[in-house]
């Protein structure tokens, strides 16, 4: 017998007594069934935020940019700080997939799928931003380097913003691929239960011919192993890259090198809180509680408490810096950003991001749902906040006093970012309904060692002497 | 035809067959495609049918996307010898508006004035222009002008009008009256007399919308003419204005700006520097610029007079309630015995005027800085002739009312009364452009040419002539008022022959009379100065003052605006109105000006966090039974109990859709506020305030007030400099000194700064700043010096914030107008700016000192905005300019916020049709004027109009360069220094803006930055290395401190308003 154990220390990763037959059907059968209420529900509001979010995108690319309430001074306000809020948002996804797939670690197959569907999605919407944001969007193109005939022109590469472009692009790209990859062979069971002809095709040509042989694990297990590796310096990267948009200007609050660490911890610590506010409301609609369990809550809450602490001591030391640099400007901004008139957001991100997260050193409060569901939604407006502060309150008042101005948003960019939310709750409601929420096979993969029942199973060895047990082992297969 | 026979090589001449067969076979590859009969039918190969497939896809999308509006181009049918498309062609005239003037040079392209300059030959303007000037071309094409004569506000011929007139006039037994504005034009006075003598009786009477008649009889008691003299600024060392804003609204403020700003142009090596007192009570741009600066009540403002006169004839020592007030008069009394002084006021006060003549008197101002020998004829209009006239309407006498150049039933201070005599008229005529709020109730209204249309003549001076020329025949069927008066009086010929004869009359030949009219101007070759005997009755008039009783409580002060002024046709022009008010960069509409005690009181308190709010408290202002609602502008050197409203404002409908009122925009008319005392009309009243609980958007440009302390600008006083006249180059040093060298180099001290000289440090800071403030290779900076790099200064001590560069620059480079909301959400497109700061206690009017600040492009050298563009859009050229490509800009605005100096500005919304979607021009209702067919007329061919959603800004004029350049290439030598100007410097009256090219060692920048001015010099946030091509001189006030920056002296600064 091959045995594979685990501590009893290790809190199991499925809870109730699962067969790999009961995993297949607590996770597809709700794509196989006609969704619930609250499905119906959610999605048609969605559909509504996101049809209204394409009204005033058009509003704002029929009439002009002028329609927002940026102007000479913050050239970039809620476009760009719901940008940098969602492509952190989209960090998650592939930390979860990537960075823990190659440290090893099982509590990830749980929430693995849901992360990366919510990273691809929050990249898409994302990607709205910065393209929506451009005064001649149908000149976009330009930011490509292709070859043309105007000289030929290229883009600018010292320009951070066309780095950006790569960046996500490329973040995209590979998440998309990581993520699509992994759903292969849930695809292939999906298709193998299909009762209805379209299931069967439709399923069928999206599982590219799955049919779970050793080779198609192996090249699966390969393909998985590189694109991890590769995703991984793309986890710091993207916000790396994000954060020179502001490191590499001349802004005082923007021109700083503590950017890259400080975004790429904000990220993932946003990412984790949009992770835990979906998951938390999957779960519960689903009813897959026995998946995606306490231990899943408190791991990602540990992950945030420690992320929003690195946060928090990076805000610190902004103001250290802006003080020691001996740069007035430098102090003024920060000045600004505390005192001025947007004081309100810089506490805001303050209370939200560094003293509330630190309620998660208590055990009980990690373990507990609701509490991890508002401090979820309290940590990402804090994240918005974050990077509402850094860039609003950095361009507001910076060097010349006569220029400095003040900005509130109209209703096309609220609306804008409200239909990104339309975008992003429509693919994930869709998601929901056609898509295994939870990999399956990575599910069944660490089921009969960190599951509830078996892990039950071994209460048994626990109770056998050393010797007994050895010699057990020794015979077991004579 | 010859014979010859020409080869290409040996083998044509020879004609093998090699060759014959390569010329059969020139095309030796077949077509790409097969286009055989069996083409449909056979099989066609898969190649050729992507290729078929490939190729109509994309015809069809071209075909499709591409529409491209057909636009019409008339050629000239037979072309005028001296219009050569593209060229443009310049024509000395003459700006009149009322009695004010400039000479101008106007540029027509393709047969039409787009653009007005200075014209440098005019001894009184000297080539400056003020906002106004630069915005009259505008005028010309105002939607709002009359198309044709109106008679009962019908359409109607000229000959119809005509005949009723005249029948009106020979039939009429009550008497003829033209009413006009100060007219200066010789000939147009020639033609008035000619009117009067065939209709004896009738009556031409002067006045003008702010009056100076309180002067004119001053002077007539005082010296025995009833005229204005020549001032002098440039010749005075003190200078005492009480009230008077000769910088920005005052009789001729472009003469005088140019010649204030000649007496204050310090340096090193002369620091020699006039010194200007203001005692007033509102804040104006004038006081903005004094070296010492008091407030007065304006009840108050004869007593000041008196102190003054006082304490200049009898050392009295002042005793008004305020200590600074004394102190500047005390003071300004010492400074006047001195000699070289110069006191003026804007008071129409008769009595108030007689004391200052008196002082002018006793301090020998008269044949020093006041030339009695020759007058200024800027202002002749008598207010008790007017208040006559609307008598003798009202008691029926009056047969005939000709209108010109004027608007009573707006400016009369008793519009009602005007209007019921009106009634009572039986033959009325305005001559205005437009349907105004007097062409309303007339009979007839015959609109008058704009100047740009019309022959005519200036004498601004006496004995100084110039002529004005027009730029474009008539746009509409508009005549001349002049024509008017000759066709009634049954002249023959017509104004302009008139004209013509009168000047060949006086130049005697044709080439005597081209010449003139080329140069446009005809002055005696220099003025002589000299004196009057004073005669007036000092102790009557300091007697009828001292009665004048001191009011307690608020008191109201109506002012002109420098852009809009009195108000008339420029009531309606979207650049003036758009155009930043020096003092509180508020634009579109008129309100309560009020200082920051005041407002506090009226709970309007001005903080830093609601500075940002373009919602502004509304006050009803009663005064004189006059009651308005006007929303509070808090202005810091206001007297606290003030209320200041500027003219120009409340315009009817019919003046024009950026001039219309109601209750929602376009201000309200401040003339109501104005009485008459009996003698002359009175520009003050007291006045009560009341909170109203309501709020009113105004769209204000600049929310900050203090520049913090930061060295963005430098101040000094002039003792200072003369101590140290090194300080700014010390300063300087120890802030960037460090980086001037690399710490190996050789030569590098430890700290060694202290022990160099200011010559040393300078040229570090020149070059090696340059070379080693960075880390990354320098190649811009050829050391060859060789070519062309722009450079522009400007001097903050000449700026005295007026304005004039600003609607200079959006003339010539079609800057769009936005619209009072886009204003109020800072989307302001103008390329250059004027930074207005204040320093001092924001509760104490007198402390406060004001600094104007230019801010344009600072074409960096090393430019934050160049390396952030994505797609390369803005860029360096080799000449130093940073330059934008519009239609490669995709609108990131990366550049924008990575701009230290926030200097470019985005099209925000399509607000001049330039771009592709159908209809989503932006309108607002008042702006939309700007993009009929016949304003465009204004826009300037030479420079892209920008479509919406490209980044723009301060170009430095490059098609003026690039046209510089061609001229200088074509007659083979290189460009000579001063050769081309940039917009904002040619409008520029006080020459505060130096533009030339730095590596030109001749040139006037080189020598500025690099000899005569390099202690001044300095470059804004030159410590973030942008190696700014915009340079500042340090401003220099001629006074005992400097506030800015002084934790002691400086609220602003500490409370961060």
């Known amino acids: ?478 | 035809m010859s014979q010859k026979q020409y080869w290409k090589g040996l083998d044509e001449l020879n004609n093998t067959d090699a060759h014959k067969e390569v010329v059969e076979n020139e095309f030796r590859e077949s077509l790409p495609f097969d286009v055989s009969d069996s083409l449909l039918g056979s099989t066609a190969p898969r190649r050729d049918f992507l290729k078929y497939l490939g190729f109509s896809t994309a015809a069809a999308i071209l075909a499709a996307s591409c529409e491209m509006p057909v636009r019409r181009a008339i050629p000239y049918a037979i072309k005028p010898e001296d219009i050569v498309p593209g060229v443009p062609n310049y024509y000395a005239s003459t700006f009149t508006d009322g009695g004010d003037y400039c000479a101008v040079i106007i540029k027509t392209r393709d047969g039409r004035p787009i653009k007005l300059e200075g014209n440098p030959k005019s001894s009184i303007t000297k080539g400056g222009t003020s906002a106004r000037v630069q915005a009259s071309v505008l005028n010309l094409y105002d939607k709002a002008r009359l198309r044709q004569p109106q008679a009962d506000g019908k359409e109607a011929s000229f000959d119809a009008i005509d005949r009723q007139i005249k029948e009106a006039l020979t039939a009429n037994a009550r008497p003829a009256y033209i009413l006009t504005s100060s007219i200066l034009s010789p000939s147009t006075k020639e033609v008035i007399a000619q009117f009067l003598a065939k209709y004896p009786g009738s009556k031409h009477v002067v006045a003008d919308p702010v009056s100076y008649s309180g002067m004119l009889m001053a002077n007539e008691a005082s010296y025995g003419k009833r005229a204005l003299p020549s001032y002098h600024f440039e010749k005075a060392e003190t200078i005492v204005s009480l009230g008077a804003d000769f910088l920005g609204t005052w009789l001729s403020p472009i003469e005088f700006a140019k010649q204030y700003s000649s007496g204050r142009r310090i340096s090193a090596q002369n620091l020699k520097m006039s010194k200007h007192y203001q005692v007033e009570s509102v804040h104006s741009l004038t006081g903005a610029n004094a070296d010492h600066r008091a407030t007065c009540r304006p009840s108050e403002s004869g007593a000041v007079a008196v102190a003054l006169y006082n304490a200049v004839v009898n050392g009295t020592v002042p005793s008004f309630g305020s200590k600074k007030l004394n102190e500047v008069i005390t003071k300004a009394a010492a400074d006047l015995k001195k000699g070289n002084g110069l006191v003026v006021s804007g008071s129409n006060d008769v009595s108030v005027q007689t004391v200052v003549n008196a002082i002018n008197d006793k301090i020998g101002a008269n044949g020093t800085t006041i030339n009695w020998g020759v007058a200024s004829n800027y202002k002749q209009g008598i207010d008790a002739d007017m208040v006559a006239l609307v008598e003798a309407m009202n008691a029926g006498q009056v047969g005939t009312l000709i209108i010109h150049g004027l608007n009573p039933v707006y400016e009369y201070h008793d519009s009602k009364k005007f209007v019921d005599g009106l009634a009572k008229v039986p033959v009325t005529v305005s001559t205005a452009d437009r349907m105004d709020e007097t062409a309303q109730k007339v009979k007839f209204v015959i609109p008058d040419h704009h100047f740009l249309e019309n022959w005519g003549d200036a004498e601004p001076k006496t004995g100084f002539f110039s002529l004005q020329q027009p730029g474009i025949a008539p746009l509409f069927k508009t005549r001349a008022f002049q024509d008017n008066l000759m066709t009634w009086a049954g002249a023959t010929g017509t104004y302009a022959d008139f004209w013509k004869q009168y000047w060949m009359g006086k130049l005697g030949s044709q080439a005597n009379f081209d010449q003139t009219l080329q140069e446009g101007i005809l002055e005696p070759a220099a003025e002589t100065i000299s004196g009057a005997a004073f005669s007036g009755n000092v102790s009557d008039a300091i007697a009828k003052v001292s009665a004048n009783k001191v009011a307690t409580g608020m008191e109201v002060v109506v002012y002109q605006k420098v852009a809009i002024g009195h108000g008339g046709a420029w009531s309606n022009n979207p650049w003036l109105l758009e155009m930043p008010d020096p003092i509180t960069k508020a634009t579109w509409d008129n309100y309560a000006a009020v200082s920051p005690l005041r407002a506090k009181e009226l709970h309007a308190e001005l903080n830093g966090q609601n500075e940002v709010d373009a919602k502004k408290h509304v006050i009803k202002v009663k005064a004189g039974g006059v009651e308005m609602e006007l929303p509070i502008v808090v202005v810091p050197g206001m007297h606290n109990d003030v209320v200041a409203v500027a003219l120009g404002f409340g315009r009817d409908a019919k003046v024009g859709r950026a001039a219309a009122s109601d209750a929602t925009k376009g201000g309200k008319n401040a003339y109501p506020f104005t009485s008459f005392n009996g003698q002359t009309v009175m520009y003050t009243a007291p006045a009560t305030v009341e909170e109203t609980g309501k709020l009113y958007d105004i769209a204000i440009t600049q929310t900050h007030h203090s520049y913090e302390g930061r060295p963005v600008v430098h101040e000094f006083t002039a003792e200072e400099f003369a101590k140290n006249p090194n300080a700014l180059i010390e300063e300087r040093f120890e802030e960037i000194g460090k980086f001037t060298a690399l710490p190996w180099s050789e030569g590098k001290k430890e700290e060694g700064h202290k022990e160099e000289n200011a010559g040393e440090m300078a040229e570090k800071m020149d070059e090696g700043f340059r070379e080693n403030g960075t880390m990354f290779p320098n190649y811009d900076n050829e050391p060859s010096h060789q070519g062309i790099h722009w450079g522009m200064s400007f001097d903050l001590n000449s700026c005295i914030g007026c304005g004039a560069c600003v609607v200079g620059c959006q003339a010539e480079n079609n800057i769009s107008v936005v619209g009072k909301e886009h204003v109020a959400k800072a989307h302001e497109m103008h390329w250059i700016r004027i930074d207005r700061y204040f320093s001092g206690m924001p509760e104490d009017p007198d402390s406060i000192q004001t600094v104007f600040q230019p801010m344009t492009c600072q074409h960096c050298d090393n430019a934050p905005c160049e390396n952030v563009c994505p797609v390369s859009a803005t860029n360096h050229s080799s000449e130093g300019l940073n330059q934008m490509a519009y239609n490669r800009c995709i609108g990131t605005k990366y550049c924008a916020n990575n701009c230290p100096y926030k200097v470019r500005h985005f099209n925000w919304m399509d607000w001049n049709g330039a771009d592709c979607f159908d209809d989503n021009l932006y309108e607002d209702g008042r702006r939309d004027d700007m993009n009929d067919d016949l304003t465009r007329m204004v826009l300037n061919p030479d420079v892209t109009v920008r479509s919406r959603g490209v980044m723009e800004k301060c170009s430095f004029c490059v098609q003026r360069l690039q046209d510089g350049k061609l001229n200088a290439k074509k007659a083979g030598r290189p460009l000579i220094d001063g050769e081309v100007k940039t917009a904002c410097q040619q409008a520029c009256p006080t020459d505060a803006i130096t533009f030339g090219n730095y590596y030109d060692k001749e040139s006037a920048i080189y020598k500025l930055r690099q000899k005569d001015q390099k202690e001044r010099l300095f470059y804004v946030l030159e410590q973030i290395h942008t190696l700014p091509n915009v340079s500042y001189l340090a401003k220099v006030r001629n006074t005992d401190e400097i506030v800015a920056g002084n934790e002691k002296l400086d609220g602003m600064m500490n409370e961060h308003i």
Request: positive net charge.
């Open chain 1, 1 to 478: 017998m091959h045995l594979k154990y685990e501590s009893f220390v290790r809190e199991p990763l499925v809870d109730g007594d699962k067969t790999y037959r009961q995993v297949t059907e607590d996770i597809v059968s709700p794509i196989e069934k006609k969704p619930g209420r609250m499905w119906y529900i959610g999605f048609f509001f969605s559909i509504c935020l996101l049809c209204f979010g394409v009204f005033s995108v058009f509003w704002e690319v029929y009439f002009g940019i002028g329609v927002w309430g940026i102007n000479r001074t913050i050239g970039w306000g809620w476009d760009i700080t719901n940008f940098v809020w969602w492509v952190g948002i989209g960090h998650a996804g592939t930390l979860i997939s990537a960075i823990l797939l190659l440290f090893r670690q099982g509590w990830r197959t749980g929430v693995n799928r849901a992360a990366e569907a919510m990273t691809i999605f929050a990249v898409m919407c994302a990607g709205q931003f910065p393209i929506f944001h451009m005064g001649r969007v149908w000149d976009g193109f330009f930011v490509l380097p292709y070859p043309n005939t105007r000289g030929p022109l290229w883009p600018n590469f010292n320009s951070a913003l066309l780095w950006d472009v790569f960046a996500i692009s490329t973040y995209f790209t590979v998440s998309l691929l990581f993520w699509y990859s992994g759903l292969i062979p849930d695809f292939a069971t999906i298709r193998d239960r299909a009762k209805t002809k379209l299931r069967k095709r439709l399923y069928g040509l999206a599982s590219f011919g799955w049919t779970g042989t050793a080779k198609n694990w192996q090249r699966h297990e390969a393909l998985s192993l590189v694109l991890a590796g590769v995703s991984t310096p793309l986890v710091l990267s993207v916000h790396t890259i994000v954060s020179f948009d502001f490191a590499t200007s001349v802004i005082p609050g923007w021109h700083t090198t503590i950017f890259p660490p400080y975004f790429v911890a904000g990220a993932i610590f946003s990412g984790f809180a949009m992770v835990q506010t979906l998951l938390i409301l999957v779960r519960k609609i689903l009813h897959l509680e026995e998946y995606v369990t306490l231990g899943h809550i408190e791991a990602m809450n540990k992950v945030i408490v420690l992320t929003g602490s690195i946060v928090g001591v990076a805000y610190l030391t902004e103001l250290f810096m802006a003080w020691y640099s001996g740069v007035q400007y430098e102090q003024a901004a920060f000045q600004w950003r505390i005192m001025g008139p947007y004081w309100w957001s810089y506490w805001a991100m303050m209370t939200c991001n560094v003293v509330s997260p630190q309620f998660f050193w208590i055990k009980k409060l990690r373990r507990n749902v609701p509490f991890t569901f508002i401090m979820s939604i309290v940590v990402n407006i804090g994240m918005w906040f974050e990077r509402f502060v850094i860039i609003v309150t950095s361009l507001y008042r910076d060097y010349i006093p006569g220029s400095w101005a003040y900005y509130s948003p109209t209703w096309p960019e609220v609306g804008f970012y409200l239909g990104t939310f339309g975008l992003f709750f429509t693919c994930f409601f869709l998601f929901a309904k056609y898509f295994p929420v939870i990999a399956i096979a990575e599910i069944k993969f660490v089921l009969k060692t960190s599951g509830e029942n078996y892990k039950k199973k071994m209460e048994v060895i626990e109770t056998k002497s050393t010797e007994e047990f050895v010699h057990e082992q020794m015979h077991a297969h004579h």
